[in-house]
């Protein structure tokens, strides 16, 4: 008697050990102002170009701000965020379409400061920086 209350008991606490599920995935940490490797890999096989990366997982990257407070947004020469490859300047937002999804590591946005800071004047718009492999 005393074996099949041991082994019924053993059963009820291993119950729900078994029921848990061993390979869950861990969640990805998301970082607002980084697109990470880990993140651009979940979807690599749905978009074909850099462009389509922040436009799916971080369109506020493209959104343009600040340029009011100064008046460019009136005159036109306000351009929004500049695109930065491997720490060489490649111009506007435009010029994220014309690199392939495939060769992208990790992605960036810069703020207006942030930006200027490091790599000059003209970066009103704050900066993408694309990191490639």
Same mark, same amino acid.
């Given at each position: 008697m005393r074996l099949v209350l041991t082994v019924a008991? @053993? #059963?009820?606490?291993a119950a729900p050990l078994a029921a848990q599920e061993p390979t869950a995935k861990p969640k990805i940490k998301r970082q607002a102002n980084l697109i990470s490797n880990?993140? @651009?890999d &979940? =979807?690599? *096989?749905? =978009?074909?170009? %850099?462009? &389509? @990366?922040v436009q799916r997982l971080? $369109? &506020?990257?493209?959104r343009t701000r600040g340029a009011s407070s100064l008046g460019n947004s009136a005159a036109g020469d306000y351009k *929004? $965020?500049?695109? @930065? =490859?491997?720490g060489s300047?490649? *111009?506007e =937002? #435009? %010029?994220l379409s014309q690199i392939t999804a495939m060769t992208v590591k990790e992605i960036r946005?810069? #703020?207006s400061g942030d930006a200027t800071t490091q790599y000059g004047t003209g970066y009103d718009g704050g900066a993408i920086v694309v990191t490639t492999r």
């Open positions: 008991l @053993i #059963s009820l606490l880990e993140e @651009i &979940q =979807v690599r *096989g749905e =978009v074909n170009d %850099a462009y &389509q @990366i971080r $369109p &506020q990257f493209l *929004g $965020p500049r695109v @930065i =490859v491997d300047p490649r *111009g =937002v #435009s %010029a946005y810069l #703020s």
